[in-house]
């Protein structure tokens, strides 16, 4: 068992939660070490204190709007020592179904938890008896629908694994009935497709008094959320979302950004809704794509086309083509920034190469002001970057990885990538932003003299705390 789901489950004994993990036990092993989520039932009454204990351990709650079903909740949760997201499966009643649909609710929870005892986990599980029940209720109103039979036989060699494991526990002599259905059918279900669908439509007539609306708008609801499963499967590929997070990585150039950054996304993006951007390389906006055009032309002739528009160097006296040129990147920069803040808004956490900064000389900050010119139209395009700067929206977090000089330069002749910069290069932008102060609501300090690996650690660990 990881140490999160110790400490948490040893909490709600402590404080008398009253829980039960209620299905799936089969596979509670794998669970406890993260490989799959404990489906919990908790009863009603206990509801905040169940979620006090979730949020006194850091365990966030996500979900996808378009897949939301009454009573069910999802709460994940960072193991610090193993590195692995825990995932409690939580409901707060009875609900179950069609995976696509969830259709009916029982109301038998108090009676199923009262069964519960301590396994050799140590966690409270439902009586094998009550579980059984539950799962031949659960295979008819399954296997009674299309849609849901097609998707049960998918799954089928997990079913089967969890009837095999019922069936090793179960105990004739205590078995239970409801709604005219005893525990004891589960020893006689049928495994033949056509024959069970029928089967299971028959039995579930008996169980109408539990759905939770009419059978009209309940099917109208499954079948457009087997479409957006579907769609999502294929086109989408949204995962599930939180409260949105805006976390950027600074550092100058052989800091390790890149890594880390690919890091953060594989690990989050396997749970969350993730997306990512880099500020130095803001895309072009319909406002400033003829601005970019008529300054590559112009590049090409005095230059041969070595001047970028992000570049680092510029003259000592800036003339108003530059100085167009940085409001440019200024305005895409905070363009960006506001699509950062929607996406946010709207639950994603997303990931960003460097942000901007208002010292001026550091990197991503206002570059003209710290120019001469005697231009008054190069002095008023620096009062519009310095602006455009200043209105961008903050990031929540900005991770800055610290080092030694060498560190970086040694890393920076180990990467492979084409027009790398030279040893020079590297020392010249060290000194120049050592000291760089980003503009984010909270700013956090990573080592990178750690390795990938346990930078990628450190920052999992900070990132979640703004989950």
Known sequence: MLELYRICFESL???????ASWKNNHKLARALQAKSDIDLLVAKRDRRKFEKILLENNFVAASNAKLFY??????????????????LHVYYDLVTGTSHGKEYCFNFCDEVLASRFVNSYGIYEVGIEEQALLFVLRH???????LGALLYQKECSDYKAEREYLMKNYSENKGCCRFGHSSDQLFILSTNFLEDFFLCWRKKQSLKWNLRATSLWL???????????????????????????AVAVTGIDGAGKST????????????????????GRPNPTLLTTPIRI?????????SDGKCSLSAQCVPDKISIAYALRYVALAYERAVLMRKIQQDVMNGYVVFVDRCHSLDSGKMDSPRIAERTSNSFVVGFLGSCERSLYERMPKVDLAIMLQGDLNTFVLRNQLRDKVGKESDEEIEKRYWQNCDFSPVAK???????EMSPKDVSTAAKKIVWEFL
Not at 219 to 245: E, H, I, P
């Open 140 to 146: 008819y109103v399954k296997r009674s629908s299309f």
């Open 260 to 279: 880390l950054l690919a890091n953060l996304h594989a690990f989050f993006s396997t749970t969350f809704s993730v997306k990512q951007y880099h500020f």
């Open 219 to 245: 099917t109208a609801r499954g079948v457009s959320r087997f479409g957006y499963r579907l769609l999502n499967k294929l086109v989408l590929k949204q995962k599930k979302k939180v409260n949105g997070v």
């Open 70 to 87: 009454p009573e069910i909740a999802h709460y994940y949760g960072l193991d610090v020592s193993s590195g692995e997201i825990c995932h």
């Open 294 to 302: 008529a300054l590559f032309f112009r590049s090409m002739r005095k």
């Open 13 to 19: 004994k402590v404080e008398g939660v009253y829980y």
């Open 442 to 448: 909270n700013v956090q300090e990573v080592s990178a």
